[in-house]
């Protein structure tokens, strides 16, 4: 395998996910087994001292029942039956005379004189030493103790049964060290395999997308939530896209569309300005007809420009603690000389306070528009209402008239941009006020619906989270 190929394996997720799982649970293993062996190491140890404490009260109870004498024939006895380079024993005074011993030749020079200090210091009730055994690779075990009047009993054995038997069990866990590294592995891989499966879904899924398939999406499994949700927020993130694409699209073409009109009425004024000869006022007209065309293609693209900052999240509305009240009369006194123009009646029916978090200038545009609206579209002699409270933590503001009303087939599409309906109802403007209404309520987290009857009128409300 080339140094390339190696390179790439080592630089995947799953590599590194497994080799992670499998450190981790070597490790682990690896502490466990540390941690058995050295507290069978204790108890082991622990047992053998246990032994020869055991042998120390044998030869006290002797000792008490037989005098020297008794200890002298049972140590001698020992000697016959023991190993005198497994096992030794003899019997000491205070001051370092030995009463008698087993044959100690193989184990050389055996300290005595340290530990007997210790004994008649008062310091410890026995010695315990450790020492390599004889002739051997193995330790030894050393006990002196006193067992009466001035008589001290002194053992010595190797600890080959012990170290064996503890080698046997070192050679297990090595073992089973390395069945766990291999088992670890195996393990890690699986676990790493199996969390980047989705992931591998939503990688092939952008891939697919990238190529133009627009209407794919991750199929979302209910396995690791991690992976639900990260399904989840990508096929949101698409729905937005496409959503967004498909705006695109058709603002496209409905800038094409309206924005040519306005544009071939300002060439056609130009050019019919180049073909007479005109007089000063004359020209003055052709301009101020000029700059009024200007104007609106201007409010059409702030228009757009604004509609679009709200939908995509670029422009985050001001929050800040407004009272609606004032601001819906402020609208209503804006717009009462336009209402009795036509005598149409504003009737407004609003609490005294009403306190609501948003963007104060979104929420000017979404009352004048709204208001205008309901205005323009209802004759004279007609009533336009405006009503505001509050229902389970929301904020409702409705504008109510009685015009000419919007059939079903339109009500469907009226917030999309440039919708205009039925052009014999059309009452002029470009179709974007109930595009920036909708935009705008949505930015602040709300949502505006709209109930409407033929030659009856309509009913717009607007809905906050208080």
């Known amino acids: 395998m080339s140094l390339k190929k190696t390179g790439n394996i080592t630089n995947t997720l799953l590599f590194r996910l497994t080799v992670l799982y499998a450190g981790i649970f070597t490790l682990s293993t690896l502490l466990i087994l540390i941690l058995f062996y050295f507290k069978l190491h204790t108890v082991t140890m622990k047992d053998l001292d246990e032994e020869f404490l055991g042998e120390v009260d044998r030869y006290s109870t002797i000792m008490s029942e037989k005098g020297r004498e008794g200890v002298k024939n049972e140590i001698a006895g020992q000697a016959e039956r023991e190993d005198p380079e497994e096992e030794f024993s003899r019997l000491l005074t205070f001051q370092g005379e030995v009463l008698i011993s087993t044959d100690i030749s193989s184990w050389g020079a055996v300290e005595k004189s340290e530990s007997l200090e210790t004994l008649r210091s008062g310091d410890a009730p026995y010695v315990f030493q450790s020492r390599d055994a004889p002739d051997t690779d193995y330790r030894a075990r050393v006990i002196t103790a006193p067992i009466g009047p001035d008589v001290v009993v002194q053992i010595g054995e190797t600890l080959e049964e012990a170290e064996d038997y503890l080698q046997v069990f070192l050679n297990w866990f090595l073992f089973l060290f390395f069945i766990m590294i291999v088992l670890s592995s195996l393990t890690g891989w699986f676990m790493a395999r199996r969390a980047l499966l989705d992931m591998e879904d939503v990688t092939e ?262």
């Open 205 to 466: 899924t952008a891939l697919e997308i990238s190529k133009g398939d627009y209407d794919r999406r991750v199929q979302v499994k209910d396995r690791f939530n991690e992976i639900k949700r990260l399904g989840s927020t990508f096929n949101t993130m698409l729905d937005r896209i496409q959503s967004l694409l498909k705006s695109t699209r058709e603002v496209n073409a409905n800038i094409a569309h309206d924005l040519r009109s306005p544009l071939t009425r300002i060439r056609g004024i130009a050019e019919m300005s180049l073909m007479y000869d005109k007089s000063v006022e004359e020209y003055k007209g052709v301009a101020a007809s000029t700059i009024e065309e200007c104007d609106r293609l201007i409010e059409i693209v702030n228009t757009m420009l604004e509609i679009t900052e709200a939908e995509s999240g670029v422009s985050e509305p001001r929050i800040e603690v407004l009272d609606v009240t004032p601001l819906i009369r402020e609208a209503c006194d804006l717009f009462q000389p336009i209402a009795s123009e036509k005598k149409i009646e504003i009737v407004e029916s609003l609490p005294a306070e009403l306190t609501f978090h948003g963007d104060r200038k979104k929420l000017q545009r979404i009352i004048s528009n709204l208001l205008d609206n309901a205005i323009k579209y209802t004759p004279e002699g007609g009533a336009v209402s405006i009503t505001a409270g509050t229902e389970s933590n929301r904020i409702n503001i409705a504008f109510e008239d009685t015009g000419i009303g919007i059939p079903d087939s339109d009500l469907p599409h009226i917030f999309e941009r440039f919708y205009q309906g039925d052009k014999s109802r059309s009452l002029g403007g470009v179709g974007l006020g109930l595009s920036l209404v909708k935009a705008f309520t949505e930015a602040m987290k709300g949502t505006v619906s709209v109930f409407s009857t033929v030659h009856k009128g309509s009913r717009f409300v607007v809905t906050f989270p208080q």
